[in-house]
């Protein structure tokens, strides 16, 4: 067989070589999009970053889109998702501080079956695009524990890449926002404790 014997083998030999290593590139080759998924999988095992499922399904969805820009605009669709709350919030209490734009967050302390008192936030704000990433909180924050709550760490926004769209202004005003509603569920865990020892000193 030509393959096998004679000089002119060899540049036949060469080619099927080459034509091998060319296929076993291609078929091993990670699109991008895997590439990505992968980081971030490391990403997040390696700083061990605690999410609530809505987070994680937030954060997935924002670094699943490539384009910044594109990130932006999907930040000002999900602004839409959660309703405005109504005035009675817009106290100095609920004010967040260092924003951009003017933002006000209240929450309310719920019963749920299997984790007990868990924290509802409302919200409002001024501006479209500090009202996206506050629904981002709200949607991802609402309906769960202050441990858990208090568990959430700041670094998700990178995991999320929400932080490519932002400019540093609004990266320190979100921050603020996670610290405030922190602070507000444990007030509202703690005047909830208080209410019910006077509710018992009451009825003795």
Same mark, same amino acid.
């Given at each position: 067989?030509?393959?096998?014997?004679?000089?002119?083998?060899?540049?036949?030999?060469?080619?099927?070589?080459?034509?091998l290593l060319i296929t076993s590139s291609n078929a091993f080759h990670t699109p991008s999009s895997l590439r990505t998924t992968a980081t971030q999988l490391r990403m997040s095992s390696s700083t061990d970053i605690y999410l609530t499922p809505k987070l994680?399904?937030?954060c997935k969805t924002f670094s699943s889109v490539r384009n910044v820009k594109?990130?932006?605009?999907?930040?000002?669709? #999900?602004?839409?998702?959660?309703?405005?709350? +109504? $005035?009675? %919030?817009?106290?100095?209490?609920?004010?967040?501080p260092g924003c951009l734009?003017?933002?006000?967050?209240d929450c309310e302390v719920a019963k749920d079956e299997e984790k007990g008192d868990?924290?509802?936030?409302?919200?409002?704000?001024d501006g479209l695009l500090t009202k996206g990433m506050m629904s981002v909180l709200v949607q991802g924050l609402s309906g769960h524990t #202050?441990?858990?709550?208090?568990?959430?760490? +700041? $670094?998700? %926004?990178?995991?999320?890449k929400i932080d490519q769209a932002l400019t540093p202004g609004r990266n320190n005003g979100y921050l603020n926002m996670l610290a405030t509603m922190k602070r507000k569920?444990?007030?509202?865990?703690?005047?909830?404790?208080?209410?019910?020892?006077?509710?018992?000193?009451?009825?003795?």
């Open positions: 067989m030509a393959m096998t014997t004679g000089r002119r083998t060899t540049p036949v030999l060469i080619t099927y070589i080459l034509s994680a399904e937030l594109m990130r932006y605009m999907y930040l000002l669709e #999900v602004a839409k998702q959660v309703p405005d709350a +109504p $005035e009675e %919030i817009h106290i100095p209490e609920n004010k967040v734009s003017t933002v006000y967050i868990v924290i509802n936030y409302i919200g409002w704000s #202050v441990n858990e709550i208090e568990q959430v760490q +700041p $670094e998700f %926004i990178k995991l999320s569920a444990r007030e509202a865990i703690g005047s909830g404790d208080t209410a019910a020892a006077d509710d018992d000193n009451d009825e003795n």
